[in-house]
């Protein structure tokens, strides 16, 4: 499956580069509204025609990527850091740290992932601005997405730690902090790719989840979640079947992300 | 059914299954007593708590509108406040919500069984599909229906849920059913990987190899060897099935605690959102402990 990864890696790269250079690409801004054509069709001037309010869903394709996957990498980043914080600690000391900081992360990950997402963007204040949204969204999901990973890393570093190289590390004088940061993390850093490239695919689809029942992005940023909300207003396949296209792009560039990691790489 | 050396068949009265049962009750009440007091704690902070619409009242005097927030006051503290909370609860009193004005406890009494009737039949639906798929595949070997399987599992991966509840509603199919699309994928991935690991131990190479039909190889060497971890699964199902049940039921109508929830985050309903989690979060431990203790049992019996 070597040719599909490298599709996918070549794939990603090329939706990436388009939406870096949106501002570049784009027939006009995300939030431009074309008041005399609402709902148009594909043209030359819109190439997937325009939503109902008017605006170039193109240029809305784009900037909505580029939001996406800008922003579900950095918290993946967040979450796999955090993943590796804990976990990490919990496994390296072992004892009543690792039993408080695993029953802690049991509670968490207990808790429904969308329920609890929900309740603490229903905490969030409502008067802010789609940017200030747009970052709390997914700052939430990277700060509420480690506890599965850290109970991976957790044992990892609990197999780690009792290896003869630590083992010889202890012997020849080396503390906790140092044994921590020069042998056991960067062992560990095969692990840590592999959760992050997990969580990128997970949290472009619960953004998406959140944006489909109004609770994600707000308007008139857009991102995938608020892209695929148009299908609420979709009555038929033959008559606007221009307007899948972010749904088949979405359904790529996930797809894509599953496709990085070889099967070695992928947890069971 | 007759006895064999390395398995056996797990019997509901074995000493390990008992005497894990108070541990594991004492463990859900200790999880659930720690959530309560992170949920009474997000409650607490909300903006808006203290707040009474009978403030605004413009026939109450000065005194009145002190002696209302006096009655408050006690709730200053977060732990007077959680005790008295979890005194109400209790009770089986989850106070009122503030959307729909009206007790928690009566909103999730009408709408829980309608999730539950979605979630038995989305997981029946999806464990059946997914197991059945990934039996075929592991037993028959047949290449074009791997890659059929692993196709349709892909692009199900990729579709949020509640893209998948708009074009259950575009095509008007029965909305019950998107569960078993939800899990579906979760469950046929993890059983291949799962049976296709346990077809290739060696014992089970070796009654192949004595030749064994595809049937007795499947019952009595692959399943006992991977049914402690398809077990595990099922609490990990539930959890699932429970966070697709919020777009499910908000975008088709369907009145169920997801839809509530979601109205609930909508309308910032927080006291009530956190009841749901709570509730949600209960069901979800009951039915992990659950899984997690048969398939111990199932690795009691096999050694």
Known sequence: MKWARTTAIVFLLAVSAACLLANFIAPASYAHQFRDEPNAAPSRQHLLGTDDLGRDRFSRVLYGTRVSLLLAPAAALLSSLLAAFIGGIAGFAGGWVERCVMAGTDLFLSLPWLFLLITVRALLPLNVSPIVSVLITFAMLGCLGWAGAARIICADAQALAQSDFILLARASGSDGLRLLWRHLLPNLKPILFAQFWISVPVFILTEANLGILGLGVAEPLPSWGSLLRELEGFSSISGQAWQLIPLILFILVVSSFHLVLTKEELPI | MRARPGCRMPRWGDITTLSALPKLAAKILVTVLIGGFLGATLMRLAPGFGVDEEELDARLSAQSIQALRATREADSNLFVFYFRYLSRLLRGDLGNSRTLQRPVSQSVA?????????????????????????????????????????????????????????????????????????????????????????????????????????????????????????????????????????PMEALCDLPGIGQLAWKAALGRDVALLVNLTMIVTLVTLVANSVSDMVGKTFRVSET
């Not at chain 2, 070997?141 to 349709?152: N, V």
Request: a positive charge; one cysteine or more.
């Open chain 2, 110 to 246: 009408e709408r829980l069984p309608e999730t539950l009737k979605s979630l038995v039949l989305g997981l029946a639906l999806g464990w059946s599909a997914g197991f059945l798929l990934a039996v075929a595949i592991v037993m028959s070997r047949a290449w074009y229906l791997d890659l059929l399987g692993s196709l349709l599992v892909g692009v199900l991966l990729c579709l949020p849920a509640a893209v998948l509840a708009l074009l259950f509603v575009l095509a008007q199919a029965p909305a019950r059913l998107l569960l078993g699309l939800v899990v579906f994928p979760k469950i046929f991935r993890y059983s291949r990987n799962l049976l296709a690991r346990s077809s290739a131990l060696p014992h089970v190479l070796t009654a192949r190899a004595k030749g064994l039909g595809n049937m007795r190889v499947l019952i009595w060497h692959i399943l006992p060897t991977a049914a402690p971890q398809l077990l595990a699964l099922l609490g990990v199902t539930v959890s699932v099935a429970f966070t697709a049940a919020i």
